[in-house]
Structure formats: C-alpha cells, structure tokens
C-alpha cells in the first residue's frame, strides 16, 4: 500500500526541540488536516518531512512506500513524489515560472522536454492557470517576484496541480486567498486526491476543511501531537480556540 509514514518523529532546529514524537500515516487519496496555535511546530513537520537541511532529525523516521527517506536530500524526496506548498512561498529571481513547472515535471518524469513529448502539458497548464486564476502573464515573470499574497498560494497551487504530486504537503494554503480562491483550492484539493494524491492540510480554520472532510485532523502543540478527531475538531477550534481542548486534554 503506497502511504506516507511519520514514525515518531523528534526534531530540532538551532538547538531548540520543535517536534516531539510526532506520529501519523496517510495513504495515497487520503486528506489528513494539522491544525495548532501559532509556533506549535506545523511547519517544521513539514519542513522536516520535505528535508530541509536546518531542521535536525534526533530520533523517529520518515518512510515513502515503506522506503526510508529520513536521511535524502529535499531533491531526492521530490523524485520520489514529494511536494511542499509553502506558507511563505520563497521568490526565486531569474527564473520565470513556466521555466520553473517544467523543469520539476521533466525531472519528475524522466524526460529532456516534454513540450516536444507530450502535446497535452501546454493545454493542460493553460486549463490549470485558468482554473487558479492566474493568467500567461504570471507565467512569464519571475517565481513569485512582485506576487500578490493570493497570487502566490495561486502559484503554488498550480504548480501542486501540474506535478501531481504522490503526496502534498499545503502549508496554509488558505492564507490570504480571497473567497472565490479558497473555493477553487478546495475544489483543486478535492481533484487531486481522487487522483490519487495523499494530502496533507495545514491550517487554522474549518472554512477549507468544511469542503474536504479530512480523514482525520491532527491538533499539534508545543511540537505535540495533543489530540486527533474527525471533521468536528476544526468547528470546536474555530469556535472556541484552542483552549477548548484543554478538557480533552486533561481527562
Ligand atoms: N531558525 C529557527 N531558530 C529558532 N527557532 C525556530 C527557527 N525556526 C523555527 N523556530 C521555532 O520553532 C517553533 C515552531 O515554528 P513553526 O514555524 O513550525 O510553527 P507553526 O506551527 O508553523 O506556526 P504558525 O501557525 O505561526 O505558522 C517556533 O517557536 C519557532 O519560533
Ligand atoms: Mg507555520
């Protein structure tokens, strides 16, 4: 069974412990949710799982299809079908994005240029710029280079949408996107796990989950896995805050 595995995971960055035996699996069309207060550590289990070299692995393993990846380079594990969404996607001056996109996918697939092999990608990428909300225009400039906040989670989106990723990793995606953008991210979320994508959602609130319905939502705290629960988790969070847990905690 192709899953995505986190086997209790320790983690530190420049001394400081951000994750502490962090443990969960999805499988391959499974939307799973991370949700806790700011500076729990969401973003470090991402980062950590896409193998950024600041984030030191102390203990635990992370495994693709029953593979040890723990110790790949980040490029290794986008071979092998990882993608990060980021919560600040970084600017990347001199490259444009279309040059961006199809260069990940010809690594990705092997080839030296698909736009001679595969005749669908350029109507497919044109679909998901439409889709996104993005026009030809935002292909051509710079990676992110003068983005708005929405355009660039847009950005990201697309380029999830063009790799296909075996598993996603969105880190707030919903972060500054207007309404019509978080109903398409839904809509893009829901498309690729019927294709197969396992997804991981990070974010703190319900309104993107209520269209996603994740298998599970993760609360994480102090770098803790403190509780995990179905859709209703997100609801009591966003209604109450974190706080609300606490009962849940203590019994
Ligand atoms: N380079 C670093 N040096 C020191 N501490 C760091 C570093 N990077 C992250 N941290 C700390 O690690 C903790 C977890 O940060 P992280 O970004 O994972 O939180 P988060 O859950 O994603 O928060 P948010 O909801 O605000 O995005 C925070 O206390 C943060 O200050
Ligand atoms: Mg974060």
């Known amino acids: ?46 980062l950590t799982i896409m193998g950024h070299p600041r984030y030191r692995v102390i203990s635990g393993r992370i495994l693709i299809d029953e593979e040890d990846i723990t110790n790949l380079p980040p490029d290794e594990r986008s071979l092998r079908g990882l993608f990060l969404a980021f919560q600040n996607p ?11 996109i ?24 044109m679909k998901n710029l439409r889709d996104v909300g993005l026009s030809n225009e ?13 355009e660039k989670k847009r950005s990201e989106l697309l380029q999830a949408l063009m790799l296909k990723p075996k598993f996603l990793i969105l880190d707030e995606p919903d972060s500054g996107l207007d309404v019509d953008g978080i109903k398409i991210t839904a809509e893009k979320i829901k498309e690729l796990a019927s294709q197969g994508t396992g997804i991981i959602i990070i974010t703190h609130y319900a ?7 994740p ?15 179905g859709s209703e988790l997100s609801y009591l969070i966003e209604e109450k805050g974190y706080e609300a847990l606490n009962g849940d905690l203590n019994a």
């Open 215 to 229: 298998r599970e939502i993760i609360v994480i705290r102090d770098g803790k896995i403190v509780t995990r629960g």
């Open 1 to 46: 069974m192709s899953s995505l595995k986190v086997e209790n995971l320790t983690v530190s960055i420049e001394n400081k412990v951000v994750l502490r035996d962090v443990s969960f699996e999805l499988q391959r069309g499974e939307i799973l949710s991370i949700m806790g207060p700011n500076g729990s550590g969401k973003t470090s289990l991402a």
């Open 90 to 100: 970084v600017e990347v001056r001199g490259i444009r994005l279309s040059t961006l």
């Open 102 to 125: 199809f260069s990940a996918l010809n690594k990705r697939r092997g080839e030296k240029n698909l736009l001679k092999s595969d005749p669908q990608i350029i109507p497919l990428l």
């Open 138 to 150: 935002h292909l051509q400039r710079e990676v992110n280079l003068g983005f708005s906040g929405g």
């Open 207 to 213: 309104r993107l989950l209520k269209y996603l319905s």
